[in-house]
């Protein structure tokens, strides 16, 4: 093990997650993890005093050596003694080496392997900012943790350029610890390579073989997609040792912040608390406010109850909401104020759920209203061609019900999804509880899943996600318990438009802030790296075509295409037969659907399939559960018995529309022979 400055101890891991608590010591001050570290680039952070930021629970500050080198100078930090006697602040700082500053100037610099020449924007001279510049300037600035010298580029680069800056930043790191010399103060490297895990691994090999205090993941939150980065973030964590913190530069919104702590990440930085603040928003427990919404102007109301910030403690919305619109200073103070409280507070409940080990329950909890617009007071949408995200893209539109939840309605038909419960309550009753799936993934204590067969679903009909995500919730919840088997859902969709949709309205499809929905849509295929069992695979166009590809036979089987009025053909005898011969009889399968119709259980019931009365969901009081011969007695479910039998005889509607006149006979018969009624 490398020797180490920090005395890093690693406390709790959470069961069911790489999330972390643990504890290191600075020149100044032991520092407990998870941390957010407030940005002051100039040695302040804008708006706030150091008795505002100590009292909030800041640990860490962030400091820029590029701009604390142009103004006010290395020489200042050595007359003072360092940053701390300069400031008077008597906690922790960590310096930025400069490398992405130099990064975002693109036309006033030049790089090359000796460093990056660039103009001062304080007296234009021509200045160069290398490794042992950067070092040096911060051995004079004394911070607790330096960071070296790296060269940032867009995460979106192609390979050639990600490799050459690799290579650049790989040299840049050595040069950087030969340049700290005996200097007490701690130095992180940067972990580089875009978007590109061998690159990633090829720099995390290299640089944790160098006694290093802490490694940074670097070169995120510079162009990619959201589940780019938590996939990165992930992929790269992975690879730093445990034995370290570990630091995602630049990132970033709270529920970031609760995303790459699941991903094993200890420490953060951005400007976003503060910068928001600036212009009226708050972030709450209760969603993030704009308090410059006129909905606020006679507020009595203090930004968010559940805070014991002493701004929250004295202020009201009304008045700083007036604040605001006035664009006083005071309004960013207090504001800025409040936001950095909440990330460190935030920060806080996270550290004690993983000693608790329990992160993971709040972790689902806390997700689902990090990045929820208030919640009290929610936004109109605007007017038809002045709303930001568009409430229609193809054939689908949004939809929103009386109770105030969101679904999709596809325009050309009318029909709605979930039409009358809300799509995640829907799904967790008609298809996760009403199948047992808990029940189903669990394993004895001493199991081991890597030994267990999968449970496969086929989501027949993904729509906006909501069976699909039902499913992979529960199993989330359940591997956080004990050990699970392995999980694959399969899932077919012949449009994808109603699931675009519902991503561009997160705030109204919450199940969908996950980085499954996104990974799925950009590949096809998502695979979870907290759950090794847990994967996900798509299959776009007619599901009688793509059935053949589906990597494995179902357990389970979510059928919830669109009504038999709308997709006409799924729903019809002949259907349901080739469903049947699909499944075949090599291991028993359960099928759960909204419907309740006679013709749909004499449909499956001509298929081969027997049929049990399912739960009732919305206004209907019963669905249908349907079973391929082999299932395990006695059956969980209540199979349609001898009564059904003779209403069925009696009915006026006893066959399928459009069954043709000679086929009737036959049907019949088979529904009258079938085993179900001996």
Same mark, same amino acid.
């Given at each position: 093990?490398?020797?180490?400055?920090?005395?890093?101890?690693?406390?709790?891991?959470?069961?069911?997650?790489?999330?972390?608590?643990?504890?290191?010591?600075?020149?100044?001050?032991?520092?407990?993890?998870?941390?957010?570290?407030?940005?002051?680039?100039?040695?302040?952070?804008?708006?706030?005093?150091?008795?505002?930021?100590?009292?909030?629970? %800041?640990?860490?500050?962030?400091?820029?050596?590029?701009?604390?080198?142009?103004?006010?100078?290395?020489?200042?930090?050595?007359?003072?003694?360092?940053?701390?006697?300069?400031?008077?602040?008597?906690?922790?700082?960590?310096?930025?080496?400069?490398?992405?500053?130099?990064?975002?100037?693109?036309?006033?610099?030049?790089?090359?392997?000796?460093?990056?020449?660039?103009?001062?924007?304080?007296?234009?001279?021509?200045?160069?900012?290398?490794?042992?510049?950067?070092?040096?300037?911060?051995?004079?600035?004394?911070?607790?943790?330096?960071?070296?010298?790296?060269?940032?580029?867009? %995460?979106?680069?192609?390979?050639?350029?990600?490799?050459?800056?690799?290579?650049?930043?790989?040299?840049?790191?050595?040069?950087?610890?030969?340049?700290?010399?005996?200097?007490?103060?701690?130095?992180?490297?940067?972990?580089?390579?875009?978007?590109?895990?061998?690159?990633?691994?090829?720099?995390?090999?290299?640089?944790?073989?160098?006694?290093?205090?802490?490694?940074?993941?670097?070169?995120?939150?510079?162009?990619?997609?959201?589940?780019?980065?938590?996939?990165?973030?992930?992929?790269?964590?992975?690879?730093?040792?445990?034995?370290?913190?570990?630091?995602?530069?630049?990132?970033?919104?709270?529920?970031?912040?609760?995303?790459?702590?699941?991903?094993?990440?200890?420490?953060?930085?951005?400007?976003?608390?503060?910068?928001?603040?600036?212009?009226?928003?708050?972030?709450?427990?209760?969603?993030?406010?704009?308090?410059?919404?006129?909905?606020?102007?006679?507020?009595?109301?203090?930004?968010?109850?559940?805070?014991?910030?002493?701004?929250?403690?004295?202020?009201?919305?009304?008045?700083?909401?007036?604040?605001?619109?006035?664009?006083?200073?005071?309004?960013?103070?207090?504001?800025?104020?409040?936001?950095?409280?909440?990330?460190?507070?935030?920060?806080?409940?996270?550290?004690?759920?993983?000693?608790?080990?329990?992160?993971?329950?709040?972790?689902?909890?806390?997700?689902?209203?990090?990045?929820?617009?208030?919640?009290?007071?929610?936004?109109?949408?605007?007017?038809?061609?002045?709303?930001?995200?568009?409430?229609?893209?193809?054939?689908?539109?949004?939809?929103?019900?009386?109770?105030?939840?969101?679904?999709?309605?596809?325009?050309? %038909?009318?029909?709605?999804?979930?039409?009358?419960?809300?799509?995640?309550?829907?799904?967790?009753?008609?298809?996760?509880? &009403?199948?047992?799936?808990?029940?189903?993934?669990?394993?004895?204590?001493?199991?081991?899943?890597?030994?267990?067969?999968?449970?496969?679903?086929?989501?027949?009909?993904?729509?906006?996600?909501?069976?699909?995500?039902?499913?992979?919730?529960?199993?989330?919840?359940?591997?956080?318990?004990?050990?699970?088997?392995?999980?694959?859902?399969? %899932? #077919?969709?012949?449009?994808?438009?109603?699931?675009?949709?519902?991503?561009?309205?997160?705030?109204?499809?919450?199940?969908?802030?996950?980085?499954?929905?996104?990974?799925?849509?950009?590949?096809?295929? +998502?695979?979870?790296?907290?759950?090794?069992?847990?994967?996900?695979?798509?299959?776009?166009?007619? #599901?009688?075509?793509?059935?053949?590809?589906?990597?494995?036979?179902?357990?389970?089987?979510?059928?919830?295409?669109?009504?038999?009025?709308?997709?006409?053909?799924?729903?019809?005898?002949?259907?349901?037969?080739?469903?049947?011969?699909?499944?075949?009889?090599?291991?028993?399968?359960?099928?759960?659907?909204?419907?309740?119709?006679?013709?749909?259980?004499?449909?499956?019931?001509?298929?081969?399939?027997?049929?049990?009365?399912?739960?009732?969901?919305?206004?209907?009081?019963?669905?249908?559960?349907?079973?391929?011969?082999?299932?395990?007695?006695?059956?969980?479910?209540?199979?349609?018995?001898?009564?059904?039998?003779?209403? +069925?005889?009696?009915?006026?509607?006893?066959?399928?529309?459009?069954?043709?006149?000679?086929?009737?006979?036959?049907?019949?018969?088979?529904?009258?022979?079938?085993? &179900?009624?001996?």
């Amino acid at each position: 093990m490398l020797p180490s400055r920090l005395n890093f101890k690693l406390e709790a891991v959470a069961t069911g997650s790489r999330a972390r608590a643990a504890t290191f010591r600075t020149l100044h001050n032991e520092v407990k993890t998870p941390l957010f570290m407030p940005v002051g680039t100039q040695a302040t952070v804008k708006a706030q005093t150091f008795d505002t930021l100590l009292e909030s629970g %800041s640990q860490i500050l962030l400091a820029n050596t590029y701009h604390l080198l142009l103004r006010p100078g290395p020489e200042v930090f050595r007359r003072f003694g360092d940053i701390h006697r300069f400031t008077g602040w008597e906690k922790s700082f960590l310096t930025d080496s400069g490398g992405f500053q130099i990064f975002s100037l693109p036309h006033a610099r030049s790089m090359g392997e000796d460093g990056a020449e660039f103009r001062s924007y304080v007296d234009g001279q021509k200045l160069l900012l290398s490794p042992e510049v950067s070092i040096g300037t911060q051995r004079a600035i004394g911070s607790d943790i330096m960071m070296v010298l790296d060269q940032c580029i867009p %995460s979106t680069a192609d390979k050639a350029t990600a490799r050459a800056a690799l290579g650049i930043t790989q040299r840049w790191a050595v040069r950087s610890l030969a340049a700290r010399g005996d200097s007490p103060q701690s130095l992180f490297a940067i972990v580089q390579g875009a978007l590109y895990p061998d690159l990633r691994q090829e720099s995390a090999d290299g640089l944790t073989q160098l006694p290093f205090d802490g490694f940074a993941i670097g070169g995120l939150a510079v162009g990619e997609e959201k589940h780019q980065r938590e996939d990165m973030c992930e992929v790269a964590a992975a690879m730093l040792p445990v034995d370290r913190p570990r630091y995602l530069m630049g990132v970033g919104t709270p529920l970031d912040l609760l995303e790459a702590v699941h991903r094993g990440v200890d420490m953060f930085d951005c400007i976003i608390p503060n910068k928001v603040a600036q212009f009226g928003t708050a972030f709450t427990s209760r969603g993030i406010l704009q308090l410059r919404r006129s909905v606020y102007k006679f507020s009595e109301e203090k930004i968010d109850p559940a805070c014991g910030c002493p701004v929250c403690r004295k202020y009201s919305r009304g008045y700083l909401h007036h604040l605001t619109k006035t664009q006083e200073p005071l309004g960013w103070t207090l504001l800025g104020q409040h936001n950095i409280w909440f990330y460190h507070q935030l920060m806080r409940e996270i550290r004690q759920s993983i000693l608790e080990d329990r992160f993971l329950a709040l972790y689902h909890a806390k997700r689902q209203f990090l990045q929820v617009e208030d919640m009290d007071h929610p936004a109109v949408p605007p007017k038809v061609g002045k709303e930001r995200r568009p409430r229609t893209l193809g054939d689908y539109e949004v939809h929103v019900a009386e109770e105030g939840f969101a679904s999709i309605r596809q325009i050309s %038909s009318g029909e709605i999804m979930h039409s009358h419960t809300p799509p995640m309550v829907e799904a967790k009753a008609l298809y996760v509880d &009403q199948s047992g799936l808990a029940e189903r993934l669990r394993l004895p204590a001493d199991a081991d899943p890597a030994e267990a067969a999968p449970l496969v679903i086929w989501d027949l009909g993904l729509g906006a996600a909501a069976n699909a995500m039902a499913a992979i919730q529960c199993y989330e919840a359940e591997a956080a318990q004990g050990p699970v088997r392995p999980l694959r859902v399969i %899932s #077919f969709e012949s449009d994808l438009d109603s699931l675009r949709l519902a991503m561009t309205h997160k705030h109204r499809f919450e199940y969908l802030r996950h980085s499954g929905p996104d990974a799925l849509l950009a590949r096809g295929a +998502w695979k979870s790296r907290q759950f090794a069992g847990l994967e996900w695979e798509l299959h776009v166009g007619d #599901f009688w075509t793509k059935a053949a590809e589906a990597s494995a036979r179902p357990d389970l089987v979510f059928f919830d295409f669109f009504s038999h009025k709308t997709d006409v053909a799924c729903w019809k005898p002949a259907a349901f037969a080739e469903l049947r011969r699909l499944l075949g009889d090599g291991r028993p399968v359960e099928l759960f659907t909204y419907s309740a119709a006679t013709a749909v259980r004499v449909a499956l019931l001509n298929a081969g399939f027997h049929v049990a009365i399912g739960t009732g969901t919305g206004v209907k009081k019963e669905t249908i559960v349907a079973l391929t011969p082999g299932y395990a007695t006695p059956c969980r479910y209540d199979l349609l018995g001898k009564a059904w039998l003779e209403r +069925w005889r009696r009915s006026s509607a006893k066959f399928p529309e459009d069954l043709p006149e000679a086929e009737r006979a036959a049907l019949e018969a088979r529904i009258e022979g079938h085993p &179900q009624f001996a």
